[in-house]
């Protein structure tokens, strides 16, 4: 008898998140009783805008709840292109994709781009998913790694030196995650250029990109550089951070014609449109109906990154960048003794902290903290991580 088992295609071999695995796990031991502190968590805690829940309530109410344009509600798509032109990028209707959520839109462009034979460049420290995304598509991944004493922004040599013939794809996320770096326009220009010369393309995931704490780090898009980058860029953003819309699952991206053309067959063929009501949320989110709660949030975000930043240059086992962007602070914990797997086990086990082990995003000997939580969780965990790593020290001694 034939084994069922015995072949799958790429789809079938993706591991689970284990930014998601560890939230569940903190949730399963809150239910029993135990008071954890949670660091993992890639998710503002803040109530969505009252003016975005208002405009899907009237979709609702209205009845707009039936199929729309696999593509995206068009008065939706209008609002994007003016927020990608707000941005230097000059698009179109037509060359604009609404997905349920922007790691749909991910997840869509690569596998929709690559194939087997291709090869796609991430800047580690990265975002796990793409790796996962990319192992879908059948391309080989093509680590280049990126330092904390550099801003955790990629360098041209190295770069330069991991293209070749079959490189099809270079992915960008700035504000970054995990890192909170914000790329300087210098090192965008770099990768443009490398990009146009060589004839590749590139994904920027510009997801945070309204979570940017510092005017002299503020976002660029790579593709309003120069119409040539613009020809090759594929740019994705959504709704799911900037305005605390996680749940809600709606996200967008821009690329030229021919690719959206594949991309929006994908699409019609997987999920149909994104959830029409939930269209309508983003017109009142685009048109600005949410703006002055967005500048509180930010606000409240660089709060608390001079909160955390502050509490951990007290702990000298551990080194980390002050982020620009986003909600997580990168920790190099090598001096402890212990890599990141084993850090963030023991620290739950024995001061029931929850941080991220960034093993999984191409950085062992890191720990990804994230301060989208209150002041109280900052100042506790902080404070418990503190006396963790001393506790290690003694026993190293």
Known sequence: MKDLRARCNPLATLSPSVTLALTARAKEMKNQGKNVYSMSIGEPDFDTPRSIKGACIRALNEGKIGYVASSGLPALKTEIVKKFQQNGILTTPENIVVTTGAKLALFEAITSLCAYGDEVIVFAPYWL???????????????????????????????????????????????????????????????????????????????????????????????????????????????????????????????????????????????????????????????????????????????????????????????FSRPNGAFYVLCDISQTGLNADEFAAKLLEEKLVVVIPCTSFGAQNYIRLSYACSDEVIQTAVARIKEFCESLERLNQ
């Not at 330069?160 to 790329?183: D, F, H, M, R, W």
């Not at 309508?280 to 685009?286: C, D, E, R, T, V």
């Not at 409240?300 to 909160?307: D, G, H, I, M, S």
Request: charged share 20%.
């Open 129 to 319: 998913s793409y790796i996962e995304m990319i192992k879908a598509s059948g391309a080989k991944v093509r680590v280049v790694q990126t330092f904390l004493e550099n801003n955790f922004e990629p360098r041209e040599e190295d770069l330069v030196q991991a293209i070749n013939e079959n490189t099809k794809l270079i992915i960008v996320n700035s504000p970054n995650n995990p890192t909170g770096s914000v790329y300087q326009k210098k090192t965008l220009e770099m990768i443009a250029e490398t990009a146009v010369r060589n004839n590749i393309m590139v994904l920027s995931d510009e997801i945070y990109e309204k979570l940017i704490y510092d005017n002299d780090k503020p976002h660029i898009s790579i593709a309003s550089l120069s119409e040539k980058i613009a020809e090759l860029t594929i740019t994705i953003n959504g709704f799911s951070k900037a305005y605390a819309m996680t749940g809600w699952r709606l996200g967008y991206l821009t690329a030229p014609l021919w690719l959206v053309k594949r991309i929006a067959a994908l699409q019609s063929h997987a999920t149909s449109n994104a959830t029409t009501f939930v269209q309508y949320a983003g017109i009142a989110a685009l048109k600005g109906e949410a703006d002055q709660e967005v500048l509180q949030m930010v606000q409240t975000f660089a709060k608390r990154r001079e909160l955390i930043c502050s509490l951990l240059s007290q702990i000298k086992q551990l080194k």
